[in-house]
């Protein structure tokens, strides 16, 4: 299984939850918020052969990313994951949107010529993002919980992107027909744990099974086939890193 998004260094237990993952099986993206952040979680989780951290730079901590990018620039070459990044035009990212923008725009810039797999939050700042990616020749790229508009998406996918699907996504009707628009190919699985909560619990790398069980239901296919596809979708993006 997949989880392309999980937040494994905000845990309680981060350890727990990261060598439970790797036992289970789940190939599981270590999304970061700085690259304060990823130093850290880099010198844990490397130990664990199915745990990747990516280097993050995540627009709701806009106010720290002056000092955060010269050390951001030093690190890109030595991951071939970045996220979470993009941009957050919400009530609650607006008093930084010009920060964000500048932040993105650096991001960018630094993957510039180098693949790399890259996870993006795009929360009421969707259209900016996709221009962005556009007027770098960023793509593919992975638009983590999408909530903008069919129009967009459908740009997105033009673009050749990817869209990761949660378990709060395949509950909510929006998700659901955010989902609906996706083709089976451009589709991942991910948790956003622990900013997920199932029950009285926060999500884990393991309850992409949920989500792999929705969409195998969604196209009539049994879990094993939809599981391999979006194996199959994951090694799309990840095989010109190798040869890079």
């Not at 806009?62 to 991951?79: G, K, N, V």
């Not at 195998?216 to 190798?242: C, D, Y």
Request: aromatic share 6%; with cysteine.
């Amino acid at each position: 299984m997949i989880d392309a998004h999980c937040h494994l260094d905000l845990y309680p237990q981060p350890m727990a939850v990261a060598r439970s993952a790797d036992r289970s099986g789940v190939l599981t993206i270590c999304v970061t918020n700085s690259p304060s952040s990823f130093v850290q979680a880099q010198a844990h989780l490397r130990v664990l052969p199915r745990i990747r951290v990516a280097l993050g730079l995540h627009p709701l901590e806009a106010a720290q990313h002056p000092t955060e990018r010269s050390q951001f620039s030093r690190l890109i070459d030595s991951t071939s994951y970045v996220g979470e990044v993009g941009l957050d035009f919400s009530q609650e990212g607006q008093p930084t949107r010009d920060i964000q923008v500048e932040s993105f725009a650096f991001v960018l810039r630094a993957i510039q010529g180098k693949p790399k797999f890259i996870t993006l939050h795009s929360r009421r700042a969707e259209r900016t993002v996709v221009e962005m990616l556009r007027q770098t020749g960023t793509s593919p790229a992975v638009f983590h919980w999408y909530s903008g508009s069919i129009g967009v998406l459908e740009q997105a996918l033009a673009d050749g992107h990817y869209f990761s699907i949660n378990p709060a996504m395949i509950k909510s009707p929006n998700g659901q027909k955010i989902t609906a628009a996706v083709p089976m190919d451009r589709l991942l699985t991910e948790t956003d744990g622990p900013f997920i909560s199932l029950g009285n619990r926060p999500a884990v790398p393991e309850d992409v099974a949920r989500v792999e069980s929705y969409l195998a239901s969604k196209w009539n296919l049994s879990t094993g086939v939809m599981s391999r596809q979006i194996r199959e979708n994951l090694l799309k993006i990840l095989l010109p890193l190798k040869h890079s």
